[in-house]
Nanobody, 122 residues
Framework: QVPLVESGGGLVQAGGSLRLSCAVS????????MAWFRQPPGKEREFVAA????????SYLDSVKGRFTISRDNAKNTVYLQMNSLKPEDTAVYSC???????????????WGQGTQVTVSS
């Protein structure tokens, strides 16, 4: 079991910024690829961003490229999602996910956090 705890969600205006954090309670955090997914109201969950074990490789949903940045601090067992230029369509529950070794853009992650709500107003 790999417990994940997200934080940093909230209500922001369009054009604003928000940084999500995900704390991972595991001794070998650097063995895990990490990802963020989101589920907008009334829609299915979709991939947002992923990062490899040491942060050397990343992948993004096309609509967030240039606006969102995923990063990690292995010394702090934490992965981040910096979200800039937020749009109303970014409104969703954002969830952190973990899997050993290799990242994927599919939801093939064994471990998930509880999710944090991000709401972007017009």
């Amino acid at each position: 079991q790999v417990p994940l705890v997200e934080s940093g969600g909230g209500l922001v205006q369009a054009g604003g910024s928000l940084r999500l954090s995900c704390a991972v309670s595991v001794r070998t955090f650097s063995n895990y690829a990490m990802a963020w997914f989101r589920q907008p109201p009334g829609k299915e969950r979709e991939f947002v961003a992923a990062i490899s074990r040491r942060g050397g490789s990343t992948s993004y949903l096309d609509s967030v490229k240039g606006r969102f940045t995923i990063s990690r601090d292995n010394a702090k067992n934490t992965v981040y999602l910096q979200m800039n230029s937020l749009k109303p369509e970014d409104t969703a529950v954002y969830s952190c996910a973990a899997r050993e070794w290799i990242l994927t853009i599919t939801p093939q992650y064994p471990y998930w956090g509880q999710g944090t709500q991000v709401t972007v107003s017009s």
